[in-house]
């Protein structure tokens, strides 16, 4: 909503108080003032000029030669380029020293060889938006009424010396949708009362009932419809400063009658409509839904279908117009109409919703009919606008309307104690600042035994409960005002739990190395919903998907991963990794809701690192990304308590996939994607691993312990081991680290032959072993002696001998 300040000041005393004054009291009392445009921001030195002669330019057919009056001692010579531009006309002159909008400074200047000093303006110019622009000026320069005083202010008759409020509106506030509307909050905010418009008519003996007959069908969408006679019009241009404010709130002035309405529409918030009676084809209107098929050309000339959802006015047969929304073009006002059928009634905003929606035809009337108007300003504002239209049009208003009346609305009346008002405010407020409020917005009230009684006016819709009274009263006394307390008892101050604080590790570890952080649906396919599966169960299906391909909540995360990657690798980003920490679904039965388990999971493919000044790559493989996994399990202080164990496992790779075991329980699985889904998606060698990040998370860490860095050297000694091809180094590394403890500190593989020279079904897998004891030099005797009941103990347990 945008609201004029000087217009305001017609029916609320502003003195004292400045335009951004009233902007941060109308914010402070609730309701937003998004800003307050000065119309004359940056331009200066425009005023009113008389064209006392006009020729053409000798040297320009499209330029003209002026002499305009401008108030000064004598008239200046200024070349025109407007096509309506002529003798005896008053315009706006940018006089020599004048600055319009952009910084855009006048000087004097030459235009094809005559001087020019000085500049006549369209609307535009002076900062105004061509849709809001009279038509008849819309491709030249603006043409001020005879009245207007040579010399004087161009910007002030034009109302460009205005400030207009942009109100943010809440859906609740409809009633500020109009100019009095603004004006019973600003004369509550400021204490101050309110001026009416005034509507005194004086009719003639003819009667409205003898022209037109109001029949309503559909009662419940129209329960008031209200038709008042206006004879002897004369169509012409309405007053200027009836356009100027029309244009100040975005609206383009038509002509007289139609800026009647849409000037009604601004100052009581009530869409009216004007029809041409004699082209209205008969002495009948009937409000009807409409027939299922039937058409009406609107005012935009657009052929509309409508159906039976719609509410139509019509002239017994046909439609004149699309209640609330909009007219149509065979009962138009024209410059040739002499009689007018006004219209003024209650829609219901259901009503006009669906018709606005359906046709696409969203107006200043029908958002106001969808919010609510008032139901008792209907009247008045009819009375309004006929009394506007004697007194700008020439017309004489017949007596009385013709009706159709079955609107039964009552004022709220809601109760409230004055005990709860200060309780829920934290306020101290006795019954005389209560009513001194209530009376301020003008609502009946009541108070009785410290009882409070209030009847809100029609224009309050929104007033229906006790806790609106209780907003009333906070807002208008001051939220500022409300005095501070600190809250009473005991409090926990929020904190990360345990688990938040691990999870939040391995996403930062995660993205630390290089991944990106995914976030994808938890919705997948039945194809899908059983690839990668930690735990395998019924699939849960939804009841109404969006599609197929959505509608299965997932038993893993890695599908959704693998869409990313494919989506990445098909626009030539085919390096890539990424990680989803997110939840998985399984089913407990039809009866008991799904349990939500968290997983973590993530998917590398390409190169890992590339360096091509050094002639360096190097592409994912299965110990990059058990790598990656490995220095995740040490942040969590997990790492000794990791074993990797060869797993087959849906839709992986036979041979390059690990189960991961937590203290020997699985908790996910590692590996390469299977060639065959690789394929499918048209991805590169592709790896990935998924975990329970709730059965990781959940595990108990010991504390953190310290050791003294060794003070004695170590000692290192490599063995090569024959074993069968079966035979998986984890399980040589436990027999060495357990047969040769304490002694053996660490134990790694660092090289593996299966070549030409190995017997059939043997490998040779090479060790390096480290021996070190805290407190001593070990010697080459307690080395040796360790060394061979570590190699003992591997022949017996796991037939692997000193290769030879």
């Not at 905003?349 to 696409?360: C, I, L, M, T």
């Not at 209530?438 to 819709?461: H, K, M, W, Y």
């Not at 797993?647 to 991961?660: C, K, L, Y």
Request: charged content about 25%.
């Amino acid at each position: 909503m945008f609201g004029s300040y000087k217009w305001l000041q017609d029916y609320v005393d502003l003195s004292g108080v400045t335009a951004e004054e009233l902007a941060e009291k109308i914010t402070k009392s609730g309701i937003e003032v998004e800003g307050v445009e000065v119309l004359n921001e940056g331009i200066k030195g425009v005023v009113v000029g008389y064209v006392q002669e006009r020729e053409q330019h000798p040297n320009a057919d499209k330029l003209s030669k002026c002499l305009v009056d401008i108030g000064e001692e004598a008239p200046v010579q200024i070349i025109c380029g407007a096509p309506n531009v002529a003798q005896g006309q008053k315009v706006a002159v940018a006089t020599v020293g004048a600055v319009l909008p952009g910084n855009f400074k006048i000087k004097k200047a030459k235009l094809r060889g005559e001087e020019s000093n000085g500049m006549i303006c369209s609307l535009t110019e002076l900062g105004m938006e061509g849709k809001i622009v009279p038509k008849e000026y819309s491709e030249g320069i603006f043409v001020f009424p005879d009245d207007a005083e040579v010399g004087t202010d161009a910007l002030a008759l034009l109302n460009r010396d205005d400030q207009v409020l942009e109100l943010g509106l809440t859906p609740n506030r409809s009633d500020c949708l109009s100019m009095l509307g603004v004006a019973y909050e600003v004369a509550a905010i400021l204490g101050r009362d309110v001026k009416l418009p005034e509507t005194v008519l004086q009719s003639t003996s003819e009667k409205a009932s003898d022209y037109v007959k109001v029949v309503v069908e559909a009662k419940e969408d129209n329960p008031l419809y209200v038709a008042k006679m206006i004879k002897n019009v004369k169509i012409g241009p309405s007053p200027l400063w009836m356009q100027t404010r029309l244009m100040s709130a975005g609206i383009r002035p038509h002509n007289n009658v139609v800026d009647i309405t849409n000037y009604i529409l601004l100052e009581y918030g009530q869409p009216l409509h004007a029809f041409d009676y004699d082209r209205l084809g008969s002495k009948e209107i009937l409000v009807r839904r409409a027939k299922d098929g039937e058409k009406i050309v609107t005012l935009d000339d657009a052929e509309r279908t409508l159906t039976s959802d719609h509410l139509v006015i019509t002239n017994g047969s046909e439609p004149v117009a699309i209640a609330g929304v909009m007219g149509g073009a065979n009962s138009e006002v024209i410059s040739d109409t002499t009689t007018v059928l006004l219209e003024a009634a209650y829609f219901s905003g259901a009503a006009v919703r669906k018709a606005s929606k359906d046709h696409g035809l969203r107006s200043e009337a029908s958002a106001r009919f969808e919010k609510g108007v008032d139901p008792n300003r209907v009247r008045a504002a009819g009375d309004r606008a006929a009394y506007l239209m004697v007194k700008y049009a020439g017309g004489e208003v017949l007596e009385g309307t013709a009706e159709v009346d079955t609107l039964t609305v009552e004022p709220a009346i809601v109760s409230i104690t004055l005990e709860k008002i200060n309780r829920v405010l934290g306020t101290n407020l006795t019954a005389a600042d209560v009513k001194d409020i209530f009376d301020r917005l003008q609502f009946g009230v009541t108070i009785e035994n410290d009882f409070v009684t209030v009847s809100a006016p029609t224009r309050r819709g929104d007033i229906k409960i006790e806790e609106d009274l209780i907003e009333e009263v906070a807002r208008l006394y001051g939220y500022d005002n409300i005095p501070k307390t600190l809250p009473i008892g005991s409090s926990t101050p929020g904190k990360l739990s345990d688990y938040q604080k691990k999870r939040r590790i391995v996403r930062q570890y995660l993205e630390g190395v290089g991944l990106y952080q995914a976030v994808t649906y938890s919705l997948t396919s039945e194809e899908k919903a059983a690839q990668f599966a930690l735990n395998q169960g019924e699939f849960i299906r939804l009841a109404m998907p969006m599609s197929e391909e959505r509608s299965i909540l997932r038993l893993s995360i890695m599908p959704q991963l693998l869409e990313v990657l494919k989506y990445n690798s098909a626009r030539q980003n085919d390096s890539l990794g990424v990680y989803e920490t997110g939840a998985v679904f399984l089913a407990n039965g039809t009866e008991v809701l799904p349990t939500e388990e968290e997983h973590v999971a993530a998917a590398i493919t390409g190169l890992w690192h590339s360096h091509s000044w050094q002639g360096e790559k190097k592409p994912v493989d299965f110990f990059v990304l058990k790598g990656i996994l490995e220095g995740m399990f040490a942040k969590l202080g997990l790492l000794d308590q990791v074993n990797f164990v060869q797993a087959r496992v849906d839709s992986m790779h036979p041979g390059r996939t690990a189960e991961v075991q937590l203290n020997d329980q699985k908790v996910g699985f590692i590996g390469q994607v299977h060639p065959k889904v690789q394929k499918e998606l048209d991805l590169k060698d592709t790896y990935v691993f998924e975990l329970s990040l709730k059965d990781i998370l959940g595990e108990e860490t010991a504390a953190l312990q310290y050791e003294a860095i060794p003070r004695f050297p170590s000692i290192t000694r490599d063995i090569a081991l024959v074993a069968n091809k079966e035979t998986v180094s984890n399980t040589l590394k436990e027999i060495i680290l357990t047969t040769g403890a304490p002694l053996i500190k660490e134990a790694h593989v660092f090289d593996l032959y299966e070549g030409e020279h190995m017997e059939e079904g043997k490998k040779s897998i090479a060790f390096s072993l480290k021996y070190a004891d805290p407190e001593r030099t070990l010697t080459d005797e307690e080395v040796t002696k360790v060394h061979n009941k570590v190699l003992d103990a591997l022949k017996e347990k796991s037939g692997a001998v000193l290769r030879g």
